[in-house]
Each structure stands twice: as C-alpha cells, then as structure tokens.
C-alpha cells in the first residue's frame, strides 16, 4: 500500500483526532468501574480458570509440554483484544451517529479508535502473562523477536474485521445481533483451549484460513516455545491481508452513504 495512499494520508492528517478519540474509549470503558483496567486482567484470568478446570484437567487436552494454565492464558490475552475491539468497534458507526451526521472526518477513525484503545488492555494482559511465565519458570527463547511480526497481524486483522463489520453493521441492523454469537464460536474453532496439533492433518489447512489460528499459534510459539507450523501460519498471514485489504475497500466504498443511512 502506498505512502500516498488516501486512506493513509487522512490517518496521518487525523492522527491527534484518533488519539483523542481511542483516549474517549477508554474513559467510557472504566468510568465508574471500581476495578478500573484491572478487568483487562480479569477478564482472561478467570477464562484461563474455566478452561484449565475444565479441558486442562477434566478433558485432559493436551498443551506441548507447557503448564496448560499458561498454555490457555497466552492465547487468550490476544484472542481477547480482538474480541472485545470487535464487539466494540461493530457498533462504532452507530454510537456515534450523531458525530458522524454533523462533522466531517475520516469515518475509519471510529473503529480504528477502537483497535487502538485496546492496546492498552493487551499491554495490562502481557504483564500478567509475564509474571505467570517467571511463576512457571518458562523463560522465552530468541523466537521471541519474531513476536512483533504476529502482533502487527493481529492489529492489521483487527482493524480491517472491525471497518467491515462497522460499516455491514450501518446497512444491516442484523449485525448487532450475529456479532456476540459469531465470537462465541469463533473462540472454539481458533486452537485457544487446543494446540493446532490437535485438528487432524487432513483439516488443518482449513483451520488456517482462520487468520486468529496462525496469529494466536504463533504468538504462543514466539512467547513459550511453541511448536510453530510455518505453512499454516503463512495461510493465515496471507488471509490477515486479504481481509484487510477487504476491510478497507468496502469501508471506502460505502462510508459517504453513511450519514444517509444512519
């Protein structure tokens, strides 16, 4: 994508607009929240809980050697940055119906606001998941460097997700209803609670064109020494961009209907 790309030159132009509007989200986020951005860590810590409880110790689902506990909560403190900027972002639109219909800016700044205010609760995730590897005594090795690689993924599969979910969601009112439903199930066929290893190899291609599969896979290799499968991850890296690319087309494609629509 190019540097003068318009998409990219807005953003650069709006850039304090996006950072004042992802500062908004996270003051409507915890306002009069007793425990304030401590749920960043709840939130995954208690799901890592159920899931040890349950398919750690009941069911018995395997982890490649590593503590399950810790198996689980590494994949899920990514898995719960795009769930909860999904869930936020998809409404975005709507919930600022009144900013959009009035003043005239990059409408991408809305969900992308959302992608960006929720790096704060991944980085309050992360501090928890080291404090839980030095509890293990699970130290990573030099795969580690790789890691930025998976989070820019997960960003870019994020954001270009969230516009298109945003803008179906101003045409279709339908959305607002399929979108917490559509994250449940998510969660279950992403390898989360279950490595990738578990899926039978004949059906693993498919699961890679899940991009949160190599995202959450490879994130978990470069951070606990995972086993990494590189084809499937570069299935799923190749899926991040193409929904991206999706994500950003459609977005621009309808944004100057919004105001109407909405």
């Known amino acids: 994508m190019s540097l003068r790309n318009p998409l990219i030159t807005e953003l650069w132009q709006y850039r304090e607009l996006l950072y004042f509007l992802a500062w908004r989200d996270v003051k ?8 304030g951005a401590a749920w960043a860590v709840i939130q995954p810590l208690f799901t890592m809980i159920i899931f040890t409880l349950f398919f750690g110790r009941l069911a018995g689902v395997p982890s490649e050697g590593i503590p399950y506990p810790l198996f689980s909560y590494c994949a899920l403190v990514p898995w719960t940055y795009f769930s909860g900027v999904l869930g936020q972002a998809g409404q975005s639109l709507l919930t600022n119906s009144n900013l959009i219909t009035k003043v005239y800016f990059p409408r991408v700044m809305l969900p992308a606001s ?23 005594r699970v130290s990573p090795g030099w795969s580690l460097l790789m890691a930025p690689v998976f989070l820019l993924s997960l960003f870019l599969f994020t954001i270009g997700t969230s516009m298109l979910t945003a ?6 009112r339908d959305i607002k209803y399929a ?42 290799a470069c951070v606990l020494g995972a086993r990494l499968d590189t084809g499937l991850v570069s299935v799923s890296l190749a899926t991040t961009l193409l929904i991206f690319a ?17």
């Open 28 to 35: 409507v986020r915890y306002k009069q929240a007793a425990l």
């Open 114 to 136: 959302s992608a960006v205010s929720g790096l704060l609760d991944f980085a309050m995730g992360t501090i928890f998941l080291v404090a839980l590897m030095v509890h293990y």
């Open 167 to 172: 803008a179906l969601n101003v045409r279709y």
């Open 179 to 220: 979108l917490p439903f559509l994250i449940q199930l998510w969660l279950f066929v992403t390898p989360v609670i279950y490595p990738m290893t578990l899926i039978p190899k004949r059906f693993q291609w498919i699961a890679a064109l899940n991009p949160l599969s190599g995202i959450v896979n490879g994130f978990r």
């Open 246 to 262: 999706a994500g950003i087309r459609y977005f621009r494609k309808t944004e100057r209907a919004f105001a109407d629509i909405i």
